[in-house]
């Protein structure tokens, strides 16, 4: 099981390496353009722009890590992927539960409002994944 973490983590900075390649060929290409006042022959002219507007969009867009130890200091949205990836997926109470254990001093009322409405922002720009289950969300930290 940790192999294939590994492997995953692996894989998707070797993803993240690629598409940060293509931005930097599309700059580069964008400047030989300007200088030259010709379109210069580029890589990403073999790629579709179809796929390639999709490779800008997934570079630009950022997602939570997995977190393995827990930081009663660093910021909740590092506090709900340690939860995220405590639980695997999880409801909103999981993900509370996780972070109660690991900081009881917090007060649970104050917790859960500040978690849902973190929860409902990382959802609505896609930096984890939610499944609609009856009035409530499964959450998920995307490619896990």
Excluded: C, W
């Excluded at 692996?10 to 599309?26: G, N, W």
């Excluded at 490779?55 to 910021?75: M, T």
């Excluded at 929860?119 to 969300?137: Q, T």
């Amino acid at each position: 099981m940790k192999a294939q973490v590994q492997e995953k983590q692996v894989i998707e900075y070797l993803k993240e390496m690629r598409e940060a390649l293509l931005q930097e060929i599309k700059s580069i290409d964008k400047t030989i353009e300007g200088i030259t006042g010709s379109k210069a022959n580029s890589l990403t002219g073999f790629i579709p722009s179809s796929a390639v507007y999709a490779l800008e969009s997934k570079a630009n867009k950022k997602v939570l890590k997995p977190v393995e130890k827990f930081d009663p200091h660093s910021k909740l949205d590092h506090k709900i992927s340690y939860a995220l990836t405590n639980v695997g997926q999880g409801f909103k109470e999981d993900i509370l539960d996780v972070l109660q254990q690991a900081q009881p001093e917090l007060d649970p009322y104050k917790l859960e409002k500040v978690v849902a409405v973190r929860l409902s922002y990382l959802l609505k720009n896609g930096f984890i994944e939610g499944r609609k289950i009856g009035r409530r969300f499964e959450y998920t930290l995307l490619g896990v």
